[in-house]
């Protein structure tokens, strides 16, 4: 399945700006057993990319996808227990992305286990130019933005290089599908 | 003495350590004369031949032999004299008032066709001038000549040839005249 | 060489300078002496001066290269982690969507 981009009508000349990340989050460091933090600009992106190598091919490809890009930003959270953290916590940073040029682009919502994701893609005249993603569950909160031209599938074809584990939740069913994704 | 050319008797007749001293001494009326010749201007004819020997103490060390030194400074005699008309000429653009007039010098043993020829070879264009008072003056042949002034021999020649030419037909006029 | 020729020789026969030509370049040359003295004293400062820059900025430089080179590698790293993450989390996604 690839991701679809929704056609948007009205795009307002808007240059793709990063999400502010709520300062309430801040907080939530101190009550998390893992965090994770990282905050890359335009000037760190071309830095880490020179210390990617042309020569090996997964670092090839990344260069080239981080060519594009100017700004990854990932906020992660995980905790010993349930519920340390609110939904409003994260409702600051769903305003932000009902902001003209953003869209919804996948919702999932799990009431067994309490597993949500959203992905966000951010449009700017027809090209994607920002990307967001909010992953909750009862005992995790990430956040990832990432500004700049990328799809989302570049990313999650990562899995199985550059080090990124492939994830197989339902091994065997899935395999027709994983070999008709890859590229 | 004065007016020696050096580079004529061999080095061995010469035993004197050369300085630049001794050089300077030795070279002098030959670098000034050029210069003179050239200019028909005393001071300038100097002030040339200064600026040659300077050139030649900041580079004393990398000429070898009387000869090489006689070549060097007829050539940068030359060339210099040369370049202090051309420098003159384009300041004259500017303001004629700048230009110093030729001095008419009172050589007391310059007769009326000493000074008439020098005049006349004063009025020659610069490079056939300098070929005259290389050919004349220093008793270069054509070929030594070609070298110093870094031309082909055979525009030398024809320099020379012209010139004469030229000289003697003014002079046989000038001569008719006064007679 | 014809009787023309000869008169051409007396014309241009070599002149002395005035007397004092030869005190005024020895004292030209002894003034030229000592400007290239001064000139070369201060060529080998400007030199001295030069060579220690380089090496002080040589230093600098390799310095502010090690510098780099620990913030590139620790930059890559933290973009590597970041896509990590992104990837793990969108293939869970994917899963999920995919799986329904």
Redesign the interface.
Known sequence: MKFAIPVMLAVLPLAAQEIKMPVSLDRLAAKASEVVDVSLDGALLQLASRFLSEKDPDEAHVKRLVGGLKGVYVKSFEFEDRDQYKESDVEELRTQLKAPGWARIVSSRSKRNGDNADIYLKTDAGQISGLAIIVTDPRELTIVNIVGSIRPEDIRDLGGHFGIPKIDINPGKNDKKDKEDNR | M??QAVGTESEVDNPEPRT??SV??AQ???V??IA??FLRD?SA??EV??DV??QL??RFDELKSDQHISFWLRKVASHRSIDYVRKQKSQAAVGLDSVPMPSVDG?PE?HF???R??SL?GSLPEKPRMV??LR??E?LMPEEIASVMEMPVRTVKSHLQRS?AM??EK?DRSMGDVR | MDDFEKQLKDALTKKDPSPFFEARVLGAVKRQALEHRASSRMWWASAFAAVLLVITGSAWQHERTIREEAAGKDAKARLELALKITSVKLQRISRKVEGI
């Open positions: 004065p007016g630049f001293a300077l001494r002098q009326s030959m000034f004369s003179y010749h005393r004819a100097e031949a200064q020997f300077l103490h900041r050589e310059d066709l000493n000074r020829l020098q070879i005259m008072i004349y003056q008793d004469l000289l003697r002079i």
